[in-house]
Structure formats: structure tokens, C-alpha cells
């Protein structure tokens, strides 16, 4: 028989790419515990303006992957393309969910993006661009504040809800591996955690919380950015090894549960990695 915890209730889940994504194994949760989801990926919007053949090419292959992933996995679901970089589209979305009568009781924040990490090389933070710089903090921290805006502008987000997002040990402690750019966006996401925590707590009783969660390679972002060499020497320095994606999903439905009193917290699932200096 199903648990039913979450029956009657739909979670938003950002950043499926694929079967693989962290992302999709919290939706899969989610459903086991009678909840729905709405799902969103990558893809070719009315808002992306003279995209090159290439950036087509890259978007409609994710969107391709994304639906793909999700009709596999998660059956009759939602989906919607969702580009955070854009204001337009996010209201777009919102508004899309209000058409169809969608209420959401919390959505999970799995979005990150770091361009200055190419074939598993980092580059230099000294070298960073400006642009560089912006475009990571854009879509790995601020769009948790445009996100969480636009659904509750037009009521989607429903008053008591709770937000979760993914950060790393590396927004706290330079790694072991380099991490460089983006550990300072996990950082801002991790600060603006907090403070919308305060904020929105006040305001309607919401809850926001984030995840540092241990390595790991079965994602896309994941294979692109680490080794097996860096999955293999956390393991080793965990007292309990590495996190698996289902202690992950485990961690994130406890802060969705209805009617919690945890805000404002960076939770380790990570096998006790952070205790390790």
C-alpha cells in the first residue's frame, strides 16, 4: 500500500536532466509517498531570442532528455520548460500553473551552472570573468529568490510550505578537488536559504532549507565536474561513507512533511564528510 503522507499535496522539482539527476530521485519519493509533481528541465522557450545553431542544438537535446527521463521514471507527469535566467519565462510558468489550477506545497531548488568548468578542469578563480562570475551566481543562487517570487505572486506556492535546495561542502571549506566559482554561488544560495528562511517564516509560515550532499557522479553535472578519483577519497574520509541519492530523497521529504518546524537550516547528508576538518 502507497504512503500517504504527502496525498493531496504537489512539489515543484527543478533541474532534471536525466534518469540520473539527483533531482529525479527526490520526485520519485515524492510519489511513492502519494504526492504529485510538476517537473522542469531545459529546452527552447518563446523567450530565447536569436540562439545560435549550437545553443538550439544543446536545448533541444536536454528537452529531448529531460521529457524522456521523466515519462520513464515518473509515468503521467507534468512538465514545462523552465529557463531561470529569464524573467519572462518563469512568469510564464507560474502563470501556466495558475491556468491549470496547480497549487504547489513546496518545490525543490536543483539548479546550477558554472561555466568556468570545462572537461573536469577548473579554471583559476583569479581568471574569472565578470560575466563568468554573474551568469553562476544568476542560476546556482538568485534564481531561488526569482523562483520562490513568482510563485507566490500569483498564489501558486501555498502558504506553510517548504523549500529545499542542493548545496556542497565546498559553499563552507575549500575541497579537496577544486570547486572554485561556483562554491561561492553554493554560498550565496546557502545565505539567501537563511535569510528567506526569516522572511518568509514571518510571512506565511514557509520553510526553506538546504542540502549539502556528498559527491556524486551519476548526474550530468555531476560526471561533468568530478572524478571517480574524488568520489573514492570522500568515501574513504566519511566515517559512513558516501550519501547515497536515496538518503538524499529520505532528507528531503522529512523537511517536506506537512506541518515541520525546521527552517533556516544547511543539513549534511554526506556520510559525516563535513566532521572531517
Known amino acids: 500500500m502507497q504512503n500517504q503522507l504527502f496525498s493531496g499535496k504537489t512539489f515543484l522539482i527543478t533541474g532534471i536532466a536525466d534518469k540520473n539527476s539527483l533531482a529525479m530521485f527526490v520526485a520519485k519519493k515524492i510519489k511513492e509517498n502519494g504526492g504529485a509533481v ?25 528537452h529531448e532528455d529531460f521529457v524522456a527521463a521523466v515519462q520513464s521514471e515518473l509515468g503521467d507527469t507534468v512538465t514545462a520548460i523552465l529557463d531561470v535566467t529569464i524573467d519572462e519565462s518563469i512568469e510564464s510558468f507560474a502563470i501556466a500553473l495558475k491556468e491549470k489550477n496547480i497549487k504547489l506545497n513546496g518545490f525543490l531548488h536543483a539548479i ?17 570573468t565578470k560575466d563568468e562570475f554573474c551568469d553562476t551566481m ?23 510550505s517548504s523549500i529545499c535546495s542542493l548545496s556542497y561542502i565546498a559553499a563552507a571549506k575549500v575541497t579537496f578537488h577544486p570547486y572554485r566559482n561556483i562554491s561561492i554561488a ?36 555531476g560526471n561533468a565536474t568530478l572524478t571517480e578519483n574524488v568520489i573514492e577519497t570522500s568515501d574513504e574520509i566519511s566515517p559512513l561513507g558516501n550519501a547515497t541519492p536515496d538518503d538524499l530523497s529520505n532528507e528531503v521529504i522529512h523537511l517536506f512533511r506537512p506541518n515541520g518546524r525546521i527552517t533556516g537550516e544547511i543539513r549534511h547528508v554526506d556520510g559525516g564528510y563535513n566532521i572531517m576538518g
Not at 202 to 208: I, K, P, Q, Y
Open 112 to 128: 546550477a551552472m558554472d561555466k568556468t568548468i570545462r572537461q573536469k578542469e577548473v579554471k583559476p578563480l583569479i581568471e574569472v
Open 38 to 62: 510538476v517537473c522542469t528541465g531545459l529546452g527552447i522557450s518563446p523567450f530565447h531570442k536569436n540562439l545560435s545553431e549550437r545553443a538550439q542544438a544543446f536545448l533541444q537535446k536536454n
Open 186 to 221: 553554493k554560498a550565496a544560495l546557502e545565505r539567501i536559504t537563511i535569510e528567506l528562511a526569516d522572511e518568509l517564516g514571518r510571512l506565511n509560515g514557509t520553510r526553506v532549507n538546504a542540502i549539502r550532499f556528498s559527491p556524486y557522479m551519476g548526474s550530468k553535472a
Open 138 to 160: 544568476e542560476v546556482s543562487a538568485y534564481s531561488l529568490i526569482r523562483l520562490a517570487y513568482y510563485l507566490m505572486k500569483f498564489d501558486i506556492l501555498q502558504p506553510d
